[in-house]
C-alpha cells in the first residue's frame, strides 16, 4: 500500500502543489483546510505523516500538534511561513520531526517525507505473544496483524500484559505503572480502560477475549494466544 500523508494547510495553491508532488513521488495524499476535523479523521483513517501548516484558519498547529501527541504517535512535519529559530524550537519541542519553511521546493519536501518515513521504520517487533506484537517506536501495538487504535494509557496497559501472559496484575499495580499521577487516579479508571481494549480486540478477533478479569483482585493476559 502506498504510504498516506494528510496534508493540512489552507491555501489551495499550496495545498494541491504539495499533493502533485506528493503523488507524483508515489504517495497517496489527503487534504485538509482546517484543523478542527483532524482527529475525528485520524480516529477513522490510517495516517502515515502529516504535513501540517501552524498559521492554520481555526486553531494554531502548535496546538493541534500537542492534541494529536496526546493519542497518536505517527510523525509531524510543520509547515510555515515564519522562519525564526524560536518557531523551530517549540515545534520540534512539541512533537514534530521536521520543520519546513515557505517558500519551498516541493520536491525537497517530498525528500524530506520520505527521510522521515525511514526513520520511522520499526525495528524488529518485540513480541513474547504471537498474537501479539509492539512496535516501540512507533508505540503501536498489532492484534493478529491488526493494527490497534490505543490511547497512550491502553498502549501503555497492554504493554503490561504482553510482556507477562498468565500474570495476575491488581488495579494498584496498574495504576502505579501506567498513569502519571496514580494517586488521583481511581479503580474505575483501570476497569474503563481494559473495557475500551476489550472492544478493539473484539473489533478484531469477535470470538476471543484475551483479557481475563479475576474478581476482587485484578487482570491478567490470556496464555498461549
Same mark, same amino acid.
Not at 154 to 159: S, T
Given at each position: 500500500m502506498k504510504p498516506r500523508i494528510l496534508i493540512i494547510e489552507d491555501e489551495?495553491?499550496? /495545498?494541491? %502543489?504539495?499533493?502533485? #508532488?506528493?503523488? %507524483?513521488?508515489?504517495?497517496e495524499t489527503t487534504c485538509l483546510t482546517a484543523g478542527r476535523s483532524v482527529m475525528s479523521l485520524l480516529s477513522k483513517e490510517k495516517i502515515d505523516l502529516i504535513i501540517l501548516d501552524i498559521g492554520l484558519p481555526d486553531i /494554531?498547529?502548535?496546538?493541534?500538534?500537542?492534541?494529536?501527541?496526546?493519542?497518536?504517535?505517527?510523525?509531524?512535519?510543520?509547515? %510555515? #511561513?515564519?522562519?525564526?529559530?524560536?518557531?523551530?524550537?517549540?515545534?520540534?519541542?512539541?512533537?514534530?520531526?521536521?520543520?519546513?519553511?515557505?517558500?519551498f521546493s516541493p520536491r525537497e519536501l517530498s525528500a524530506r517525507v520520505k527521510a522521515v518515513l525511514r526513520r520511522m521504520q520499526p525495528e524488529p517487533l518485540t513480541s513474547v505473544c504471537c498474537s501479539f506484537q509492539i512496535d516501540e517506536i512507533r508505540q503501536k501495538i498489532s492484534y493478529y496483524d491488526h493494527g490497534l487504535e490505543l490511547s497512550r494509557y491502553?498502549?501503555?496497559?497492554?504493554?503490561i500484559f504482553?510482556?507477562?501472559?498468565?500474570?495476575?496484575? /491488581?488495579?494498584?499495580?496498574?495504576?502505579?505503572?501506567?498513569?502519571?499521577?496514580?494517586? #488521583?487516579?481511581?479503580?474505575? %479508571?483501570?476497569? #474503563?480502560?481494559i473495557k475500551n481494549i476489550r472492544i478493539k480486540l473484539k473489533a478484531v478477533k469477535p470470538d476471543i477475549d484475551p483479557i481475563i478479569t479475576h474478581r476482587g483482585t485484578g487482570y491478567s493476559l490470556k496464555e498461549g494466544l
Open positions: 489551495p495553491a499550496i /495545498s494541491d %502543489t504539495i499533493s502533485y #508532488a506528493l503523488e %507524483t513521488d508515489g504517495f /494554531s498547529g502548535f496546538e493541534l500538534c500537542k492534541e494529536i501527541r496526546k493519542i497518536h504517535a505517527l510523525p509531524i512535519i510543520f509547515l %510555515t #511561513a515564519r522562519s525564526e529559530e524560536i518557531d523551530r524550537v517549540v515545534g520540534l519541542e512539541i512533537g514534530a520531526d521536521d520543520y519546513v519553511s515557505k517558500p491502553e498502549y501503555l496497559l497492554m504493554k504482553i510482556r507477562r501472559p498468565g500474570q495476575v496484575f /491488581s488495579r494498584e499495580h496498574i495504576m502505579d505503572q501506567v498513569w502519571d499521577e496514580p494517586e #488521583a487516579s481511581m479503580d474505575r %479508571t483501570v476497569d #474503563a480502560h
